[in-house]
Nanobody, 121 residues
Framework: QVQLVESGGGLVQPGGSLRLSCAAS????????MGWYRQAPGKQRELVAH???????NYADSVKGRFTISRDNAKNTVYLQMNSLKPEDTAVYYC???????????????WGQGTQVTVSS
């Protein structure tokens, strides 16, 4: 059983910073791409950033230069450092990981439960 657990969300003022973490646990043979998505009220879930197992990154245009994604492969953890936060960054943030549970199983996408980020004065 694979689980992704996010932490680090909360309430922050515009211009502030937050750091999200997402740790994968359980039966894990390998982890490929890990990423962060967000969903604001009334909107579709959108990609924020993702990072490959080799460290290549990709960001949504709306967060380039403000957010940084990183991962610690030894800890099966992905991070999202969010700086210069804006009210429009308010959303539930979800992590997703492409995980192969065992050598004999194919890789599949797993999602965390989500963590609320609210940017407001």
């Amino acid at each position: 059983q694979v689980q992704l657990v996010e932490s680090g969300g909360g309430l922050v003022q515009p211009g502030g910073s937050l750091r999200l973490s997402c740790a994968a646990s359980g039966s894990i043979f390998s982890i490929n791409t890990m990423g962060w998505y967000r969903q604001a009220p009334g909107k579709q879930r959108e990609l924020v950033a993702h990072i490959t197992s080799g460290g290549n990154t990709n960001y949504a245009d709306s967060v380039k230069g403000r957010f940084t994604i990183s991962r610690d492969n030894a800890k099966n953890t992905v991070y999202l450092q969010m700086n210069s936060l804006k009210p429009e960054d308010t959303a539930v943030y979800y992590c997703k990981a492409d995980i192969r549970p065992t050598l004999w199983q194919r890789a599949d996408d797993y999602w965390g439960q989500g963590t609320q980020v609210t940017v407001s004065s």
